[in-house]
């Protein structure tokens, strides 16, 4: 029981440790856009009563958004601002993660220092404090409920495993594969474990979809997360391979090379050491939770990895092997006869994390602010009145920041999302046509590369709009890059601030 205690403090502390350095990475300051700013829209629109996918359109499972919507209502009354909201609910997220990153190397391997050493390495990737910081990471909620899967399965807790694992399915679709795992894993125990797995799997998927069905809104979601998903990945060339992993690991975690490298090592001793343990009847089946998860979601990531945040599910199993081949180096050193200098070595490896990865964080400040983007749109919501429509497409900082509702459903059309509408809606054309019937005052227009019927919005839009404003934006991380975009007016409409905007280009 002490020992139980003991453990709790630990937890405790890596979390709370974890959530003051993220703080660091400044919610109040990082500026809204990219991805991120479509789940903040869709937090905002559920806390508003919206349905996911028949009121808003997204390609991803939905719980991640209810989670930032749960954090919007309970801290209203406080007063506290939408976004802020939903950035306190996935930072609180990230360092939960790097808490469960402690616990599952402790309860894998039983050595707290180590724990700490991979807790310390989850914690040193400044782009995920970023993207957290930044808005509603979605991924994050998946990762955290899959590890947490991994954590009940280590205690035979078969039932809440499968459940757990639904749960990062409804985050995002490929956290299905730690419920897998949790029934792989619980083969040798059939009726005890097994059946649980899939009798608490099949709970949390039926929850969801009976939910869908009881607001109407069961075919919209088999459209967008399903059906949609696979016709774009068979029809549309995905990113994948080594080299491309290889690019997206340059850009989003440039500083953290030095672990990319070494869990290879840590990966591979590790493997060795579980398939000989199996083989002598040392060990259960369930040591290989955790590397079956890796390897299930890098062949997933291998045919297809679009950014950054997809790699987001490697980073705690990259922390846990790294610490494992500290811990295997130190048992070499203990047949020395050395104990001392191995837990002197993982002393010296947990603070050399801390200073050089960790503790940089206190030193972040984001090239552009949120300060700064709200100036840029100052002459837009000067102008907006309760009852205008406005209309934004790919980065919906317009939306996020205004607090408003969009003129349409659809909020992005790359990957073939447009043509996958317009076969839905009977042709494009029909979507223009619902777009000029609402007649949205303003139209802030972005990310339109990879839509294939980008002739036909710009045509609407330079037939009824003239340039207003330009504002910038950006894509969240390391290496985030500013970029601006124009927000548009409906010709004919009077403007209090006409005067002001005749230096929009000088930005």
């Known amino acids: 029981m002490q020992e139980k205690e003991h453990n709790k403090w630990y937890v405790l502390g890596v979390f709370v440790f974890a959530l003051l350095v993220y703080l660091r990475f400044g919610p109040h300051e990082q500026p809204v856009g990219g991805d991120l700013s479509m789940w903040d829209y869709m937090a905002q629109s559920i806390a508003r009563g919206s349905v996911p996918y028949r009121d ?6 939905p ?23 939903i950035r306190y609910a996935f930072l609180l997220q990230a360092a939960l993660v790097v808490a469960l990153t402690y616990l599952l190397f402790e309860v894998y391997w039983q050595r707290r220092l180590l724990g700490v050493l991979a807790a310390s390495i989850m914690l040193s990737y400044d782009s995920f404090g970023i993207w957290n910081a930044s808005g509603a990471q979605v991924k994050t909620t998946a990762l955290l409920f899959g590890l947490l899967s991994i954590y009940l399965l280590a205690k035979q807790k078969y039932f809440w495993a499968g459940f757990v694992g639904s749960l990062s399915f409804w985050a995002w679709q490929p956290g299905l594969l730690f419920a897998g795992v949790a029934g792989l894993c619980s083969l040798n125990s059939l009726k005890r474990g097994f059946v649980r797995v899939i009798l608490g799997t099949a709970l949390g998927v039926l929850l969801g979809v009976g939910y869908f069905f009881f607001v109407g809104a069961a075919r919209a979601f088999y459209d967008w997360c399903f059906s949609f998903n696979i016709s774009a990945n068979t029809s549309v060339a ?8 290889a690019t997206v ?5 440039p500083d953290e090379w030095l672990f990319w490298w070494m869990f290879p090592v840590g ?19 369930k040591l290989l939770a955790p590397t079956l998860a890796f390897v299930v979601y890098g062949l997933f990531t291998y045919f297809n990895l679009q950014s950054g945040p997809d790699a987001i599910f490697f980073l705690p199993f990259i922390a ?24 002197y070595l993982n002393c010296v490896l947990v603070l050399g994390v801390v200073t050089f990865f960790v503790l940089d964080a206190f030193g972040y400040n984001p090239a552009f602010t949120l300060d700064e983007q709200q100036q840029d749109y100052s002459l837009v919501f000067d102008e907006i009145s309760p009852m205008d429509k406005v209309y934004a497409h790919g980065s919906l900082d317009l939306l996020v920041l205004g607090g408003l509702v969009n003129a349409s459903k659809y909020i992005y059309f790359d990957r073939g999302k447009d043509v996958y509408a317009a076969k839905l809606e009977g042709g494009f054309d029909k979507i223009i046509g619902q777009l000029e019937a609402a007649r949205p005052r303003f139209v802030a227009l972005s990310k339109l590369e990879r839509v294939q019927h980008k002739d036909q919005l710009l045509a609407w839009l330079k037939s009824h709009y003239d340039p207003y404003v330009l504002v910038r934006s950006t894509n969240s991380g390391v290496r985030a890059s500013v970029y601006t975009y124009e927000v548009y007016v409906r010709r004919g409409m009077n403007l209090r601030n006409q005067g002001e905007n005749s230096d929009r280009d000088s930005r």
């Open 267 to 285: 990966f591979l001793v590790h493997l060795v050491d579980v398939v000989v343990k199996l083989r002598n009847k040392e060990a259960d089946i």
């Open 320 to 343: 846990l092997y790294c610490a494992y081949l500290a811990m295997r180096l130190g048992s070499c050193i203990e047949r020395f006869k050395l104990p001392a200098v191995s837990i």
């Open 56 to 61: 808003v359109v997204n390609i991803k499972t």
């Open 63 to 85: 719980l991640g958004a209810y989670i930032g919507a749960a954090a919007i209502w309970l801290l209203r009354p406080l007063d506290v601002r939408d976004l802020f909201a």
């Open 238 to 245: 995905a990113a994948s391979g080594w080299a491309r992993l």
């Open 249 to 253: 690991i340059d850009k989003a975690y």
